[in-house]
């Protein structure tokens, strides 16, 4: 019986996985038809892997970053925040102390944004560290004659 239930809650949390990428994907598409963004550089790729950044943190219920799901993923990137620091990474993000979790335009408007928010410069330099980390490590192998430059 105990298994059954286990399975229920992962196909639950499947279904809410994907009503909460649907969601996403809405406002994503409004986003590519904004004019406002109509200058910007490989938008639908941005917004691709904006999404899925978004996705990595964990959503509350509304499919929203709250203080504690912000909290879990800072300290999966071995960045530890005081209850303090996140509430002003969080403002800095949507700009108003009475709202307590950053929307998914919210999230957008930071990365697209101009303005560096901490946590934008914080998931910016993690992807990049993602993108150059050194295939293998040791000493590099011989380069024969034909791959010289």
């Known amino acids: 019986v105990e298994m059954d239930a286990n399975v229920q809650g992962g196909k639950a949390y499947g279904l809410l ?5 649907e969601k996403l994907n809405t406002v994503n598409e409004a986003y590519l038809s ?10 639908d790729s941005k917004l691709e892997m904006f999404k ?9 219920d509304q499919g929203e ?16 925040k005081t209850h ?6 969080m403002l800095e993000v949507i700009g108003e102390a009475s709202k307590d979790t950053i929307s998914y335009p919210d999230f957008l408007n930071m990365m697209l944004g101009k303005r560096n928010a901490i946590l934008k410069l914080i998931l910016m330099f993690e992807g990049m560290g ?9 000493p590099p192998g011989r380069r024969t004659f034909s791959e010289l430059p």
């Open 17 to 21: 996985k994907n009503y909460q990428e």
């Open 34 to 43: 904004d004019p406002k963004y109509a200058e910007e550089e490989d938008l």
């Open 52 to 60: 899925k950044k978004y996705m990595e943190f964990d959503l509350n």
């Open 65 to 80: 970053i709250d203080i504690m799901g912000l909290k879990r993923m800072l300290e999966k990137l071995g960045l530890a």
């Open 84 to 89: 303090l620091e996140l509430k002003k990474m």
């Open 130 to 138: 993602k993108e150059q980390e050194p295939k293998n490590v040791g």
